[in-house]
């Protein structure tokens, strides 16, 4: 069974965001950082036991950059942590989940690996490996 890990919030400026989620009491679990290779800017917070991974473009090129102007600033995805990510990924597609990025390394997870699925209901989910 996966577990939540944190909620994805797309904004378009990044430093505007973290300062108004400070005003409303998350702390930062983690320092600023970008992801060369998406295109990205992250920084993880918490308050109360919950996990936010406040995200922004860092290229015009970016693979949020279409989403961005879609959602504008706004959560856009729920992280899972798997236990067993091969399983989960079966069970996903089963449950007619679409894979919509390869499983791959990712910097915000010291390179544990992540991959992404779009649900026509529930929208986009994400999913990373707790074990390697």
Same mark, same amino acid.
């Given at each position: 069974?996966?577990?939540?890990?944190?909620?994805?919030?797309?904004?378009?400026?990044?430093?505007?965001?973290?300062?108004?989620?400070?005003?409303?009491?998350?702390?930062?679990?983690?320092?600023?950082?970008?992801?060369?290779?998406?295109?990205?800017? +992250?920084?993880?917070?918490?308050?109360?036991? $919950?996990? *936010?991974?406040?995200? @922004?473009?860092?290229? &015009?090129?970016?693979?949020? /950059?279409?989403? +961005?102007?879609?959602?504008?600033?706004?959560? $856009?995805? *729920?992280?899972?942590? @798997?236990?067993?990510? &091969?399983?989960?990924?079966? /069970?996903?597609?089963?449950?007619?989940?679409?894979?919509?990025?390869?499983?791959?390394?990712?910097?915000?997870?010291?390179?544990?690996?992540?991959?992404?699925?779009?649900?026509?209901?529930?929208?986009?989910?994400?999913?990373?490996?707790?074990?390697?």
């Amino acid at each position: 069974m996966m577990k939540i890990h944190h909620i994805g919030y797309l904004v378009q400026n990044i430093e505007k965001a973290q300062a108004q989620f400070k005003e409303l009491g998350f702390t930062e679990s983690t320092q600023l950082f970008s992801d060369e290779l998406r295109g990205i800017y +992250i920084i993880f917070m918490e308050k109360d036991g $919950y996990v *936010i991974e406040i995200i @922004s473009p860092s290229k &015009d090129n970016s693979i949020v /950059s279409n989403l +961005i102007k879609t959602h504008k600033n706004s959560p $856009y995805h *729920i992280c899972y942590e @798997s236990f067993n990510i &091969d399983d989960d990924m079966k /069970s996903l597609k089963r449950n007619k989940y679409i894979k919509i990025t390869d499983l791959e390394p990712a910097i915000a997870f010291d390179n544990r690996k992540v991959v992404f699925f779009l649900h026509p209901y529930l929208g986009m989910i994400e999913v990373v490996d707790a074990v390697g």
